[in-house]
């Protein structure tokens, strides 16, 4: 009892330097500019903000779209247990990019601009309205979390009655938007190092998105079963992992027949920094993980699947930094090295995510269908087994 | 009817007076003195390679990339040429400076309020139908003003009157589709800072590439994710429907 208290303690003492280095950070962005605030320059316009908070920010939120297009779309609804924290890390995830966003733009009062002065052309332009649509989406989605707590039960039925319209809405959005953040950089073939540039960028950054959300519900959940002391759903999280290990098999397909199809697999073994990183997110965010996690035995695991998805994670930012940074640098003539600034500002955010969700999901019935979560295995189980019989019954019937 | 006009830059023939660049800074309104490299307060700038001055500004690409991904399209091709920035609508995304194939885009990162800045071709003056500033002052016609189709005409002519004193090539004509700035030069551009390995397409082509695909992916996605709702809640229904006759079977079987 004293470890995990003592434990509780750190992470809150953490928390606390984490804010407010970032408000100092925060006061020195917009009081004294970018340029005083971070390591930016003409040559190389885009660091950390966007290469993390905005790429992986997004990236990561990925889970909320997948799990509700299963749930909803693939009426698989044994998985609705997991439903609303995973919308509630999506939702947060969006809301802080554009948090990051604020902090990135020369002009963030202006931000508004995109909703009048429309450019179609502009890969921005898209995502600046995927971000607000599918934020206002996964609000909706999230509604009824909220209004739940307040009894609002008229406000909810009007929510429910649009959902599959809107569940719909949220995946095109997704599709879309994971798919433009990789468009944003078809526009630097000859800045952008060839082993990440590539005209399948879109479908790279989508399928990789997928994978790494379905990491994140794993990785959320063991984080909140021990913030909350809850059962965990290994059951459930054992099938997200399955699709997660079938789209890094589809990822890692695809980008092994890109460099082949390019013929610059032999870049793969040039001695030189652009290969190491590249080796070092193919190998800790697919190769081990997909090794991993296509064994049962490693997926019905706890551990083995926390340790995997939480590669799969970190390989995913490794892999979004490469293309922002890593792959930038080497054209860009000058180096680039996140200020302490820009660190303190982004771990800032990040934290603020993790107290939001655990407020939240303190005060409001996110993780409610885990009390009667047992029941309602047991009453799948029956019912399962009843469909089994019936189908035997009428095969029978038919005979 | 207005012409394109561009500017053609012959390197053979600049002194590297800078010239240029006082004249911009005076027309412009731009503090300081000469700069030795682009920046917000330097719209053009002189790079010396061995004794040749290369002339660095805006590219006034016909296709620009800069005015293609702006969310807000601050930035505009104009009929005549120049590609002009409008301050008001920028939102500070940066993606111009990200995207340009030359590198020009400048920001004033000390600012807290920062702009874009870069040539914008003395649009105002091109307006009034006077040349560029830059071009009236070069004292050696390094930098001449005119039509664009002209200046090519008149940049083949002065390969052709002097055989090997050029690289037989116009910087410009082609890369990314076509720029309002043409250099001529007696030394490999590559060896003076230019981007040689540019593309002949436009830039902007490639994301229209993807963008494009948007109203495929949303109606043929939108149908199929309705599809599989449908069919799959239909399994459901029809699950149900198929349990309730069911029981009433066997409650009647069990009444007889």
Same mark, same amino acid.
């Given at each position: 009892?004293?470890?995990?208290?003592?434990?509780?303690?750190?992470?809150?003492?953490?928390?606390?330097?984490?804010?407010?280095?970032?408000?100092?950070?925060?006061?020195?962005?917009?009081?004294?500019?970018?340029?005083?605030?971070?390591?930016?320059?003409?040559? =190389?316009? &885009?660091?950390?903000?966007?290469?993390?908070?905005?790429?992986?920010?997004?990236?990561?939120?990925?889970?909320?779209?997948?799990?509700?297009?299963?749930?909803? *779309?693939? $009426?698989?609804?044994? =998985?609705?247990?997991?439903?609303?924290?995973?919308?509630?890390?999506?939702?947060?995830?969006?809301?802080?990019?554009?948090?990051?966003?604020?902090?990135?733009?020369?002009?963030?009062?202006?931000?508004? #601009?995109?909703?009048?002065?429309? $450019?179609?052309?502009?890969?921005?332009? +898209?995502?600046?309205?995927?971000?607000?649509?599918?934020?206002?989406?996964?609000?909706?989605?999230?509604?009824?979390?909220?209004?739940?707590?307040?009894?609002?039960?008229?406000?909810?039925?009007?929510?429910?009655?649009? /959902?599959?319209?809107?569940?719909?809405?949220?995946?095109?959005?997704?599709?879309?938007?994971?798919?433009?953040?990789?468009?944003?950089?078809?526009?630097?073939?000859?800045?952008?190092?060839?082993? &990440?540039?590539?005209?399948?960028?879109?479908? =790279?950054?989508?399928?990789?998105?997928?994978?790494?959300?379905?990491?994140?519900?794993?990785? +959320? /959940?063991?984080?909140?079963?021990?913030?909350?002391?809850?059962?965990?759903?290994?059951?459930?999280?054992?099938?997200?992992?399955?699709?997660?290990?079938?789209?890094?098999?589809?990822?890692?397909?695809?980008?092994?027949?890109?460099?082949?199809?390019?013929?610059?697999?032999?870049?793969?073994?040039?001695?030189?920094?652009?290969?190491?990183?590249?080796?070092?997110?193919?190998?800790?965010?697919?190769?081990?993980?997909?090794?991993?996690?296509?064994?049962?035995?490693?997926?019905?695991?706890?551990?083995?699947?926390?340790?995997?998805?939480?590669?799969?994670?970190?390989?995913?930012?490794?892999?979004?930094?490469?293309?922002?940074?890593?792959?930038?640098?080497?054209?860009?003539?000058?180096?680039?090295?996140?200020?302490?600034?820009?660190?303190?500002?982004?771990?800032?955010?990040?934290?603020?995510?993790?107290?939001?969700?655990?407020? *939240?999901?303190?005060?409001?019935?996110?993780?409610?269908?885990?009390?009667?979560?047992?029941?309602?295995?047991?009453?799948?189980?029956?019912?399962?087994?009843?469909?089994?019989?019936?189908?035997?019954?009428?095969?029978?019937?038919?005979? | 009817?207005?012409?394109?006009?561009?500017?053609?830059?012959?390197?053979?023939?600049?002194?590297?007076?800078?010239?240029?660049?006082?004249?911009?800074?005076?027309? $412009?309104?731009?503090?300081?003195?000469?700069?030795?490299?682009?920046?917000?307060?330097?719209?053009?700038?002189?790079?010396?390679?061995?004794?040749? =001055?290369?002339?660095?500004?805006?590219?006034?690409?016909?296709?620009?990339?800069?005015?293609?991904?702006?969310?807000?399209?601050?930035?505009?091709?104009?009929?005549?040429?120049?590609?002009?920035?409008?301050?008001?609508?920028?939102?500070?995304?940066?993606?111009?400076?990200?995207?340009?194939?030359?590198?020009?885009?400048?920001?004033?990162?000390?600012?807290?309020?920062?702009?874009?800045?870069?040539?914008?071709?003395? #649009?105002?003056?091109?307006?009034?139908?006077?040349?560029?500033?830059?071009?009236?002052?070069?004292?050696?016609?390094?930098?001449?003003?005119?039509?664009?189709?002209?200046?090519?005409?008149?940049?083949?002519?002065?390969?052709?009157?002097?055989?090997?004193?050029?690289?037989?090539? *116009?910087?410009?004509? #082609?890369?990314?589709?076509?720029?309002?700035?043409?250099?001529? /030069?007696?030394?490999?551009?590559?060896?003076?800072?230019? #981007?040689?390995?540019?593309?002949?397409?436009?830039?902007?082509?490639?994301?229209? $590439?993807?963008?494009?695909?948007?109203?495929?992916?949303? /109606?043929?996605?939108?149908?199929?994710?309705?599809?599989?709702?449908?069919?799959?809640?239909?399994?459901?229904?029809?699950?149900?429907?198929?349990?309730?006759?069911?029981?009433?079977?066997?409650?009647?079987?069990?009444?007889?």
């Amino acid at each position: 009892m004293k470890k995990v208290f003592t434990t509780f303690g750190f992470w809150k003492i953490v928390a606390v330097v984490l804010l407010t280095a970032g408000l100092y950070s925060t006061y020195v962005r917009f009081f004294e500019g970018l340029g005083a605030s971070t390591n930016l320059s003409d040559q =190389f316009p &885009w660091g950390i903000w966007i290469g993390f908070d905005v790429l992986c920010g997004v990236g990561l939120a990925a889970g909320g779209f997948t799990l509700a297009a299963i749930v909803y *779309i693939f $009426n698989i609804k044994r =998985f609705e247990p997991i439903i609303r924290p995973t919308i509630l890390t999506a939702f947060l995830g969006y809301v802080l990019v554009v948090v990051g966003l604020m902090f990135d733009l020369g002009r963030p009062l202006q931000i508004w #601009h995109a909703i009048i002065m429309w $450019n179609p052309r502009s890969v921005m332009f +898209e995502v600046a309205w995927c971000v607000m649509l599918y934020n206002t989406v996964l609000a909706l989605e999230f509604a009824p979390v909220i209004l739940e707590k307040f009894k609002l039960t008229r406000t909810i039925k009007i929510i429910k009655r649009i /959902s599959i319209p809107l569940i719909i809405l949220g995946v095109l959005l997704s599709t879309l938007h994971q798919s433009s953040l990789g468009s944003l950089y078809l526009i630097v073939p000859e800045k952008m190092y060839p082993l &990440w540039y590539s005209a399948y960028m879109p479908l =790279f950054f989508y399928v990789s998105a997928i994978a790494a959300g379905c990491a994140m519900i794993i990785f +959320e /959940s063991f984080l909140s079963s021990r913030a909350f002391k809850r059962g965990l759903e290994i059951h459930l999280l054992q099938d997200i992992a399955r699709v997660c290990v079938v789209m890094l098999g589809v990822y890692a397909t695809m980008k092994f027949v890109d460099l082949s199809d390019r013929k610059i697999l032999p870049l793969l073994l040039e001695p030189r920094f652009e290969t190491y990183m590249y080796w070092l997110e193919a190998i800790v965010g697919v190769i081990v993980p997909f090794i991993l996690l296509a064994q049962a035995k490693v997926r019905s695991n706890p551990t083995g699947l926390f340790v995997s998805a939480i590669m799969v994670v970190c390989g995913f930012i490794m892999n979004r930094m490469n293309v922002a940074i890593t792959g930038m640098e080497g054209w860009s003539g000058v180096g680039y090295f996140p200020s302490l600034t820009e660190f303190s500002i982004t771990m800032m955010i990040v934290t603020i995510g993790f107290i939001a969700f655990y407020f *939240i999901a303190k005060y409001f019935p996110v993780f409610t269908h885990e009390e009667h979560h047992e029941k309602e295995v047991a009453h799948a189980a029956v019912a399962w087994k009843r469909d089994i019989e019936s189908v035997s019954q009428m095969v029978e019937v038919n005979n | 009817m207005s012409t394109k006009k561009a500017l053609l830059i012959d390197l053979t023939l600049c002194v590297g007076c800078n010239a240029c660049q006082a004249a911009c800074k005076e027309v $412009n309104k731009l503090p300081g003195d000469e700069e030795k490299t682009l920046s917000p307060t330097a719209y053009t700038a002189l790079d010396e390679y061995d004794g040749v =001055f290369v002339r660095r500004m805006c590219q006034h690409c016909d296709d620009p990339t800069c005015a293609s991904v702006c969310p807000v399209g601050a930035f505009t091709k104009t009929a005549e040429g120049p590609v002009v920035y409008d301050v008001d609508k920028c939102i500070g995304c940066r993606y111009c400076m990200q995207a340009c194939p030359f590198q020009v885009p400048r920001y004033e990162w000390s600012s807290t309020y920062p702009r874009v800045q870069k040539c914008v071709m003395c #649009h105002e003056r091109l307006a009034q139908g006077l040349p560029t500033a830059c071009s009236e002052a070069c004292p050696t016609g390094a930098t001449k003003f005119g039509d664009r189709d002209e200046l090519i005409k008149e940049a083949y002519e002065r390969m052709n009157a002097e055989p090997g004193k050029y690289v037989p090539k *116009i910087y410009g004509e #082609h890369e990314v589709g076509g720029t309002s700035v043409l250099y001529l /030069s007696s030394v490999p551009f590559e060896n003076l800072g230019f #981007h040689t390995q540019l593309q002949t397409t436009p830039l902007p082509q490639l994301t229209w $590439n993807a963008l494009s695909k948007i109203p495929g992916i949303v /109606s043929v996605g939108g149908v199929m994710l309705f599809g599989i709702w449908w069919i799959t809640n239909r399994r459901e229904e029809v699950k149900k429907f198929e349990q309730r006759m069911n029981d009433r079977q066997q409650n009647n079987g069990s009444e007889n």
